[in-house]
């Protein structure tokens, strides 16, 4: 037999030089590989950033920021970014008025009044709800809504601001609902039976002890919804129109910045052309808002775990 | 005198209770309005397109008229996109989350790349399409070709799996690491043969809930420019495709009210690949999860 002792296959082993060579790479490997994420936001800035910079080579920054009107496929066009946002937010707004409510009292029902059982249910429909592609939410705002909204309204044009507003606001219920669920979970059950201890009841425990508790996490899921909305493309290209306006009349056509860049996509604007590049300062914009959005998002739900 | 005046209180209570009990209703109505919103959909969706789900339709080409269009290009084009999509983002995402929770230092550059990932996970996707067309369309050269779609989309994932890779390995406990360790096994072995293993059902679980995202995902498609009608199917990554929910938005456009339901009938067949995928998602979550 051979005499190996423990100390010395330890050594042989350490030895290899394969075996340590394999340790001191994959770290650097691992690195590389994480700095792809970074490396995609700077690919985003630096896209949107020289594009648009060329487009306010052509067009001027004033006319972008002051005019009210969008018209990038007319022989004169006119390049007024606000028409597009007012188009969003028109869009945004009733989704958010629609969404709110109906996503905190789901909230609340399933973090304060509904059983185990009842959760284990109804959490999974709401998880299928965000997982429907917002394509299929498009058919649907078109197709379904639309047409019951004429039925009941009949003023209301083919294209208008309630039915995608609406769908929007459904899809983001489940992520209202999910989010400020887990907020309110998270109030120590002790703060709820102090409340209700006291002599209140379920409700006021809920309006006046947990609700404000959980402030910071319901807005952080609520401004998270919001960004969504903004960004939501689908929905809107195929259920708001295309003709941008800066008017209030949420009963008529309109088209949002997303729903610009697929009506330029799905077209065909020349390389280079004006209209090309304006793409992307709409591109630009839409990226501003969204995130600022996420930076107060998560400025509430620090302030949140902070609390607890 | 009394501490506390009962007929008061007994005046107020009776008001307080039915509040209380007619909200717990309208709270549960709100809930049940998700519910409503898919039933409606599924429902309308299954009418308008359920007679259409015949052979041809898996077996034909996109055509401008209705009654001989079909989803074969759509459908492998798909297939082709997810997966082309499926290895790049896994092993970016996977890579990314053993470094932030295995090697990475604590220290500000580590809380820039944490705060970068998550802000990356709310950029509208649309914008992820302009990244893609700029980047692997034009500037690399790669056309609109299922690698180009396949590049967008997996940096559009990987937040969300990087998310979730990063939960399951956090999830297994440090005594199973230290017992790994402490046997002699270096941290690459201890990775690959103990954390990897043990938190591979989490890892899952995430990839495909985020390939399902990307399957329904149309805004950055378009954006890049892929063809919704195309009467070849791809052979290779660099050939061009078209893909299902590209073709579901093509047809919504058409003014015929046939398209319609093809329409419908290519959204059940995409609806139900989705609810394939997240099956198996949930069976393996559910399965495989240890606790420990």
Excluded: H
């Amino acid at each position: 037999m051979n005499d190996y002792n423990i100390r010395e296959m330890i050594d042989n082993k350490k030895g290899r030089r394969s075996t340590m060579f394999i340790e001191k790479m994959v770290p650097i490997i691992l690195l590389v590989i994480t700095s792809v994420s970074v490396l995609t936001t700077i690919g985003i800035l630096v896209t949107l950033l020289s594009e648009t910079v060329m487009f306010f080579t052509r067009v001027s920054p004033i006319e972008f920021l002051t005019s009210t009107e969008w018209s990038a496929f007319s022989s004169d066009p006119e390049w007024g970014i606000f028409a597009l946002i007012m188009g969003t937010l028109k869009i945004t707004v009733i989704a958010v008025a629609f969404a709110v409510p109906i996503g905190l009292g789901a909230a609340i029902y399933l973090s304060e009044y509904a059983s185990d059982r009842v959760r284990r249910i109804i959490k999974p429909i709401l998880e299928i709800l965000a997982g429907i592609p917002t394509v299929v939410y498009g058919f649907f705002a078109l197709t379904f809504v639309t047409p019951l909204i004429r039925g009941i309204w009949p003023e209301v044009n083919l294209f208008n601001a309630i039915s995608p507003g609406l769908v929007v606001g459904v899809m983001i219920i489940p992520m209202i609902a999910s989010l400020s669920e887990d907020a309110m979970s998270s109030v120590p059950n002790s703060m709820r039976e102090g409340a209700l201890g006291l002599g209140s009841t379920r409700l006021e425990t809920v309006f006046k002890v947990v609700l404000p508790a959980a402030v910071s996490g319901i807005m952080a899921s609520i401004v998270l919804a919001v960004s969504r909305a903004i960004g939501e493309t689908m929905i809107v290209s195929i259920a708001a129109g295309s003709t941008p306006n800066a008017s209030l009349n949420i009963m008529e056509s309109l088209q949002t910045m997303t729903g610009f860049i697929v009506q330029v996509a799905s077209g065909d604007a020349t390389y280079g052309s004006d209209v090309y590049f304006s793409l992307y300062a709409v591109g630009m914009t839409l990226f501003v808002f969204t995130l600022l959005m996420n930076v107060i998002a998560q400025w509430f739900s620090r302030k949140f775990r902070e609390e607890y | 005198m009394e501490l506390i005046n009962k007929n008061e209180i007994g005046k107020k209570l009776s008001g307080r209770l039915l509040l209380n009990k007619s909200m717990k209703y309208i709270f549960l109505l709100c809930t049940l309005v998700g519910l409503v919103v898919l039933a409606t959909l599924l429902i309308d969706t299954i009418i308008d397109g359920w007679s259409y789900l015949t052979t041809d339709f898996f077996t034909n080409f996109s055509s401008s008229r209705p009654e001989n269009a079909g989803i074969k290009g759509a459908l492998i084009g798909t297939l082709w996109l997810m997966a082309t999509t499926a290895p790049i983002a896994i092993i970016l995402s996977v890579g990314t989350a053993l470094y932030l929770e295995e090697y990475a230092p604590k220290n500000k550059i580590t809380d820039f790349i944490k705060i970068n990932i998550s802000n990356l996970a709310g950029v509208p996707s649309v914008v992820f399409g302009l990244l893609g067309l700029t980047l692997f369309v034009r500037m690399a050269g790669l056309g609109n070709s299922v690698l180009a779609a396949a590049l967008t989309m997996s940096l559009m994932i990987l937040p969300v799996i990087v998310v979730a890779s990063q939960e399951a390995i956090r999830s297994v406990p440090s005594s199973i690491r230290e017992a790994s360790i402490g046997m002699g096994a270096t941290k690459w072995q201890t990775i690959t043969r103990v954390i990897l293993p043990a938190s591979l059902p989490g890892i899952i679980t995430g990839i495909i809930l985020s390939l399902s995202r990307a399957i329904g995902e149309t805004a950055p498609l378009v954006v890049i420019g892929i063809p919704t009608i195309l009467l070849f199917t791809p052979t290779g990554v660099f050939d061009t495709f078209s893909a299902l929910p590209m073709q579901i938005f093509s047809w919504v456009k058409m003014p015929n009210p046939e398209f319609q339901s093809i329409t419908a009938a290519a959204i059940l067949v995409l609806l139900f690949i989705l609810f394939l995928m997240n099956s198996v998602a949930i069976y393996i979550r559910n399965k495989y999860s240890k606790r420990f």
